[in-house]
């Protein structure tokens, strides 16, 4: 995928990264950026449960990947902090615990300057469970 940014958050319960249902908030702890693209990392740490957009909880629950576009971003909260890190379109694909059963995190990429290749989802999709297993040993 040719993006400018990739990132992995995890949903947790505020003192430690939990596999369990019950979480209040998601951190950024996997990034990695393109040359010219801030860094967004340090920022994205304990952000409220609450904040995420009300729109891709739904889809992160059914494990189902998504393009969102900035522009049609309808959350104004959500659409300012894609703008705010000058993001044009944003893929999100969900990375579930061991037993498929509810989202502990998402893999993401965000497209600044790079543009939206249509097999994004499809290579997320692929690459997606090696990624879990990295990450949650």
Not at 17 to 40: C, D, I, Q, R, W
Not at 104 to 112: E, I, M, R, T
Request: aromatic content about 10%; proline content about 4%; some cysteine.
């Amino acid at each position: 995928v040719k993006a400018d940014r990739a990132y992995v958050f995890q949903f947790h319960n505020g003192t430690r990264l939990v596999s369990g249902k019950h979480f209040y908030y998601y951190s950024n702890t996997h990034e990695v950026v393109m040359p010219g693209v801030s860094a967004e990392i340090a920022t994205l740490q304990m952000l409220p449960i609450s904040i995420l957009v009300a729109a891709w909880l739904p889809d992160l629950l059914r494990d189902k990947s998504f393009l969102q576009k900035t522009e049609d971003e309808t959350h104004e909260y959500s659409k300012k902090i894609l703008e705010d890190q000058g993001i044009v379109c944003v893929a999100i694909t969900p990375l579930m615990d061991k037993t498929d059963t509810y989202p502990v995190g998402f893999l993401g990429v965000d497209f600044v300057k790079q543009k939206v290749n249509k097999n994004t989802l499809k290579i997320m999709q692929k690459y997606k469970q090696s990624i879990r297993e990295m990450i949650w040993k």
